[in-house]
């Protein structure tokens, strides 16, 4: 029996379709008749027959959104999470591979110094948080909304679910069953989940200094973010880090051993708004750099046309003088065997300043091969040298000048090469 308008069906289910009626979407014609593509409630507007699907969309993350996330590792300055539920309306509860995890930088936790992101949250905490950045990567944040940061703690001593406590400054979580105690950035929902209830923010201490005890907690020098909550149990709040920790440590601050790379920080210009930055690499003229404001607004798609245009402005005239300083290399062939580096030279430097010239020779013989390679300092120069001397004559041979090509030289010279000998 075929389903009419106003039923529920299923991939393969058969739809009557009224004479006069057209196929809409989620409906195939076979052989059989209509059938159903998707599961959902067939509607009908009088013309076209079609299936109102139940499915729900890809409820995926975005800026300002905010989400509930277990901490799953905790790094030298990052806190990586993973994504649970994201708290909007509509779509389904699942998320893409894609927007699995996200990292919350140290500075981004709580309102406080911290040396590291394990002296405010564990392995196995499960938080809320701001979603802040969509690409490269997803970056999250637990400060600015009293609703942010942990909700549930377990006591990395005994396994038993924490509490709050105003008992001792900068201690505000406590374990009913053993005597642990430490800190977390807590939200108002710790507890129960849901952000309605008592205020707790006083217990954060936010903006304020960390008292004598606590400081001497502070996981500095990356001592406590490579531990699980056990082994942080086992070895106590007080410990020198593992070997493993140091090696790692080392590699990215350059302390602590041999090999290690100081991270620097490279000076440079917002291409859309022209404010003063810093990047850990050093930029690339030419292209987009900027500031963390401006990438939020790009990635928010607030940035106008009138700064978009101007920023490639911007960028335009940077690639222009860096390929001008960068200079330009010439390829020059059918040479005759009889020219000289010094020929050579003498022929090119009257269009400009000359950094590189040479003849490529044979290995065995050292004869020359037919073509040199000749540098020049400035763009404008090397090119206005292609237009004057392509055709010129060196010991009455008109030798072909063109820009050099990577990759592509020795095989280009090679082909000259025989068809000089030819």
Not at 55 to 77: C, F, H, Q, Y
Not at 203 to 208: F, K, S, V, W
Not at 268 to 289: A, N, Q
Not at 291 to 307: I, L, P, W, Y
Request: hydrophobic share 30%; aromatic share 4%.
């Amino acid at each position: 029996m075929s389903a009419t308008t106003g039923d529920f069906v299923t991939p393969g289910n058969q739809v009557e379709v009224p004479s006069g009626t057209a196929i809409g979407s989620g409906l195939s014609e076979t052989d059989v008749g209509a059938i159903a593509l998707v599961s959902g409630t067939i509607i009908s507007d009088g013309e076209i027959i079609s299936i109102k699907s139940n499915r729900p969309n890809t409820n995926s993350p975005e800026i300002g959104d905010e989400v509930i996330a277990e901490v799953v590792k905790l790094m030298p300055k990052v806190a990586m999470i993973r994504i649970l539920h994201t708290e909007k309306e509509g779509g389904h509860r699942d998320l893409i591979a894609d927007d699995l995890f996200a990292d919350i930088f140290v500075t981004e936790i709580v309102d406080r110094f911290l040396p590291s992101p394990g002296d405010a949250m564990r392995t196995r905490d499960l938080i809320r948080a701001r979603i802040t950045q969509l690409e490269p990567n997803l970056k999250a944040s637990t400060r600015g909304s009293p609703e942010l940061g942990v909700l549930w703690a377990i006591c990395p001593a005994c396994g038993n679910e924490l509490t709050t406590s105003g008992k001792k400054q900068d201690f505000n979580v406590t374990c009913n069953r053993c005597d642990y105690s430490g800190y977390r950035a807590l939200s108002n929902g710790f507890g129960h989940g849901h952000t309605l209830g008592e205020d707790i923010q006083d217990l954060n201490r936010a903006g304020e200094r960390w008292s004598a005890e606590a400081e001497g907690n502070l996981g500095h020098e990356g001592a406590r973010p490579y531990l699980s909550p056990m082994a942080d149990h086992r070895r106590g709040p007080n410990h020198k880090a593992s070997p493993a920790a140091v090696r790692m440590r080392s590699a990215i601050t350059g302390k602590g051993g041999s090999g290690g790379r100081q991270r620097i920080k490279h000076e440079c210009k917002c291409t859309l708004c022209g404010t003063d930055t810093t990047v850990p690499f050093e930029p690339t003229p030419g292209k987009p750099i900027r500031c963390k404001d401006c990438m939020d607004k790009v990635n928010d798609g607030k940035a106008t046309k009138e700064e978009l245009a101007a920023e490639r402005e911007v960028l335009t005239k940077a690639r222009s003088q860096a390929a001008e300083a960068a200079g330009i290399k010439l390829f020059v062939a059918r040479l005759s065997f009889d020219a000289s580096e010094e020929d050579v030279r003498n022929l090119f430097s009257t269009h400009g300043e000359i950094t590189e010239c040479s003849i490529a020779k044979d290995r065995d013989t050292g004869k020359s091969r037919g073509f040199a390679f000749v540098k020049f300092a400035s763009r404008k120069a090397g090119e206005k040298a292609i237009k004057e001397l392509d055709g010129a004559e060196i010991h009455g041979r008109k030798i072909s000048v063109q820009e050099s090509n990577d990759g592509g030289d020795r095989r280009r010279g090679k082909g000259n090469r025989n068809r000089n000998r030819r």
